[in-house]
């Protein structure tokens, strides 16, 4: 499954690839989630379901990031539920990786082996993510990486209680999922720089209101699922 808003220069090459690499050699379902798009994506993706089966959830008005996520995994029943975010700076043949990794894991994570972001991003990935596992007593290097497969029962135990990370929800879905006994794991992956546009939420002049927010969320999220430490 596929999240997209905004992404009419790349979106028919993304799933094309995704199809013909994932979808076509095992028996799945190509599930894609639009998100009121200003650009030509839907037009894209109208015309796409006539080279390859896809199914398309269209949405009305733009919902933001998280929510968009959150209700397109509502949709789907499989056993497995693979997601990637659908820019294009992921590749599609790293599913393998995942997938033959799986075993007695409940979800599997991509982990970029070099990330190819504008530095700055960067920079405050890596600081985020010493916060996150300080916080929280983890040791993942990219717990919101958007290239990940999990169990459903993952999906369905953690779905309706994200919501303190506004700009990271993959974060928090997996801190949820870590603290809840899910046995999570990291696999190495490519990834690549952005070829045409640039992130629809990490813009350089959204960072304060993103870093404010975050911290803010951090605190909710930890007295959610810590406060019983502090209180006991």
């Known amino acids: 499954m596929l999240p997209v808003y905004n992404e009419a220069s790349v979106v028919e090459k993304v799933l094309m690839t995704h199809y013909w690499t994932i979808a076509s050699k095992i028996p799945s379902r190509l599930i ?17 379901r006539d080279k390859i089966p896809i199914e398309l959830f269209l949405g009305q008005q733009r919902k933001g990031y998280a929510q968009a996520v959150a209700d397109l995994l509502k949709r789907v029943d499989s056993e497995w539920i693979f997601f990637s975010d659908s820019d294009g700076q992921y590749s599609p043949a ?11 894991y409940d979800m599997i994570i991509g982990k970029k082996l070099e990330r190819r972001d504008s530095a700055y991003r960067i920079v405050l990935a890596k600081g985020f993510h010493q916060i996150l596992n300080f916080l ?86 930890y007295w959610d699922l810590m406060g019983n430490h502090l209180v006991g």
């Open 136 to 221: 929280f007593r983890l040791n993942l290097n990219d717990a919101d990486c958007g290239f990940r497969l999990m169990r459903k029962e993952v999906v369905e135990s953690i779905i309706d209680n994200v919501g303190s990370l506004k700009y990271s929800f993959w974060a928090e879905f997996t801190v949820r999922a870590c603290r809840a006994g899910f046995n999570v794991r990291e696999v190495p992956i490519s990834h690549a720089v952005r070829e045409i546009g640039s992130s629809h939420i990490y813009g350089p002049m959204r960072i304060p209101t993103i870093v404010l927010g975050q911290f803010e969320g951090l605190a909710r999220l």
């Open 32 to 48: 894609v989630g639009e998100d009121g798009s200003t650009d030509r994506t839907r037009e894209v993706l109208l015309s796409l």
């Open 94 to 104: 790293d599913f393998w990786n995942l997938w033959n990794s799986r075993g007695t």
